[in-house]
């Protein structure tokens, strides 16, 4: 049985229409009206596209979302048409399975909840876009169609952390590490320098997209290695007689006990012309291991030598730590000459200790190349790195490329799906390894910024999309950080920097010992 549900108006004695009487409008007829009053008014607010003139070609968008592939549920890819003299665009998506959304402003800005609804219905197909653009004159365009495509691969992860920093070289900036979250527009900051002032810090590095355990090193006089577990702050100097400097580069094993970091010197060196501006470089570089229970150094002679080792980084199963390895050349001067190994070194961790063999899967001195920052796939199959004309730093390169090895075979390529004119670098997996983000200088050869892209079981990458934006023309060109380090992480953080800042400033520290 459907009962219907009313509403009862009274009006007053005086009332010159119903007298006393009372009138029953049923909620439904009343709902339906106001339906009708929202659709008139929203048409009233949308311009009819009449007789749009034909442009054969695709419209010239910002950023470039033509034939990317997405997750399903990530924030709206809104895009600005960058073409002379437009005032306003109309935007009809239609999915290839179902559904449909329409967006008329002064760039396509679609609403969160129906651009969600809209990807998830169409998980597997593709989002058909037509764009039509009005002109100061009055006159509509439209150009040709393009597709988004929505894999059938989803994204697991809440969001991304990184670290934002002017690339102005002599100052930092306000520095400050972030996360985003990847379903909507928010960003919140964990720490900004502004909270601790005059300090420079590392990026924010979770346990594979793990929250809950994460590392960051604050660099300089009164720095410190922050290790949080569970929402419990820990500080610790781990600084020695043996070691030269507190770790940074950070890379955690997956049981969560042990991190591995490099332990080293940076400096900069500053060209004069246009063409190169910087050169980043280390004067020494050796890798250790934190145990996080005992608060003991694991090191190992062939992970300590005269010559630099950087970017240490545990295979998926714990087993291995792959790192690259260069001869300690006279830098600045002979910074050409910089060409790092990647290679792989055996790790126990039930004896919390190294093998005594390391095996080099690529020698940079023989290819005349160098292979830094290894992420390995945390399913195990792939190991993704960096390949540069030198150095151990390839930010400051325009020739670093992504590179992917297949862990199974052997194999390497370049991933050119990835990879653009400009510098890429700081390669991280999301959760299920399905997803990566890395960091790209693709828009000016200056800002690196976040791209995200899709790999399959073979290894086929789609091509990277921006991180999307509210308003991204704005939110790009008004603002000069680079993003480095992007990472995944599975959930939000919960991350105190009132505390952070107290226990910096306090310098209470756990003092590491070199495990005998």
């Known amino acids: 049985?459907?009962?219907?549900?009313?509403?009862?108006?009274?009006?007053?004695?005086?009332s010159k229409n119903f007298g006393n009487t009372k009138r029953m409008i049923p909620r439904s007829f009343a709902s339906f009206w106001m339906t009708i009053m929202f659709l008139l008014l929203t048409t009233a607010c949308t311009e009819q596209v009449k007789q749009a003139e034909p442009i054969n070609r695709?419209?010239?968008?910002?950023?470039?979302?033509?034939?990317?592939?997405?997750?399903?549920?990530?924030?709206?890819?809104?895009?600005?048409?960058?073409?002379?003299?437009?005032?306003?665009?109309?935007?009809?998506?239609?999915?290839?399975?179902?559904?449909?959304?329409?967006?008329?402003?002064?760039?396509?800005?679609?609403?969160?909840?129906?651009?969600?609804?809209?990807?998830?219905?169409?998980?597997?197909?593709?989002?058909?876009?037509?764009?039509?653009?009005?002109?100061?004159?009055?006159?509509?365009?439209?150009?040709?169609?393009?597709?988004?495509?929505v894999s059938e691969n989803p994204l697991e992860d809440y969001g991304l952390t990184y670290r934002r920093i002017q690339p102005g070289y002599e100052v930092g900036g306000n520095i400050g590490i972030y996360q985003r979250d990847l379903h909507s527009f928010e960003e919140i900051p964990l720490m900004q320098e502004s909270a601790v002032p005059g300090r420079c810090f590392n990026c924010h590095t979770p346990n594979r997209t793990n929250p809950e355990v994460f590392t960051l090193q604050v660099r300089g006089e009164g720095g410190g290695t922050l290790v949080?577990?569970?929402?419990?702050?820990?500080?610790?100097?781990?600084?020695?007689?043996?070691?030269?400097?507190?770790?940074?580069?950070?890379?955690?094993?997956?049981?969560?006990?042990?991190?591995?970091?490099?332990?080293?010197?940076?400096?900069?060196?500053?060209?004069?012309?246009?063409?190169?501006?910087?050169?980043?470089?280390?004067?020494?570089?050796?890798?250790?291991?934190?145990?996080?229970?005992?608060?003991?150094?694991?090191?190992?002679?062939?992970?300590n030598t005269e010559a630099l080792e950087i970017f240490p980084a545990f295979s998926a199963d714990g087993k291995t730590l792959f790192f690259s390895t260069s001869e300690n050349c006279n830098v600045p001067a002979e910074y050409k000459k910089v060409k790092c190994s990647l290679c792989a070194i055996p790790f126990d961790a039930e004896t919390g200790s190294f093998g005594n063999q390391v095996d080099t899967l690529l020698h940079g001195p023989t290819t005349d190349k160098s292979y830094i920052q290894a992420r390995p796939s945390y399913d195990g199959r792939w190991l993704m790195y960096v390949r540069a004309e030198r150095s151990n730093f390839?930010?400051?390169?325009?020739?670093?490329?992504?590179?992917?090895?297949?862990l199974q075979t052997g194999k390497v390529r370049s991933l050119d799906e990835a990879n653009s004119p400009q510098t890429e670098s700081y390669p991280n997996w999301s959760s299920n390894s399905q997803w990566f983000v890395f960091s790209s200088k693709r828009q000016d050869g200056l800002h690196s910024w976040a791209y995200i892209a899709g790999i399959d079981k073979e290894g086929k990458v789609t091509k990277p999309f921006l991180l999307p934006q509210e308003n991204p023309l704005k939110y790009y060109r008004n603002m000069f950080d680079s993003f480095n380090c992007p990472d995944f992480t599975s959930t939000q953080v919960d991350f105190d920097v009132r505390i952070a800042r107290e226990n910096l400033f306090s310098n209470d520290r756990v003092q590491v010992k070199i495990k005998e």
Not at 1 to 14: A, D, F, H, L, N
Request: proline share 4%.
């Open 394 to 406: 390839p930010v400051s390169q325009k020739e670093a490329d992504l590179w992917l090895m297949d």
């Open 228 to 303: 949080q577990k569970d929402g419990v702050q820990t500080w610790y100097n781990t600084k020695t007689e043996q070691t030269k400097a507190a770790g940074s580069y950070a890379s955690w094993h997956p049981d969560g006990r042990y991190c591995a970091y490099a332990a080293n010197a940076v400096h900069q060196s500053f060209f004069v012309g246009k063409d190169r501006n910087i050169e980043v470089y280390h004067s020494f570089s050796n890798i250790v291991v934190l145990d996080t229970q005992t608060g003991e150094l694991i090191v190992s002679p062939l992970l």
């Open 1 to 14: 049985m459907i009962y219907q549900r009313t509403v009862v108006i009274q009006t007053t004695k005086g």
């Open 58 to 149: 695709l419209p010239h968008i910002y950023p470039d979302y033509i034939g990317v592939t997405i997750p399903e549920g990530i924030a709206p890819l809104n895009f600005h048409v960058l073409e002379p003299s437009i005032e306003k665009v109309d935007i009809h998506i239609t999915g290839s399975q179902e559904g449909e959304l329409h967006v008329q402003d002064q760039w396509a800005k679609c609403n969160i909840k129906e651009w969600r609804k809209l990807t998830k219905a169409n998980q597997g197909g593709s989002l058909n876009i037509q764009v039509q653009a009005k002109r100061k004159d009055g006159q509509w365009q439209v150009y040709k169609d393009f597709k988004i495509y």
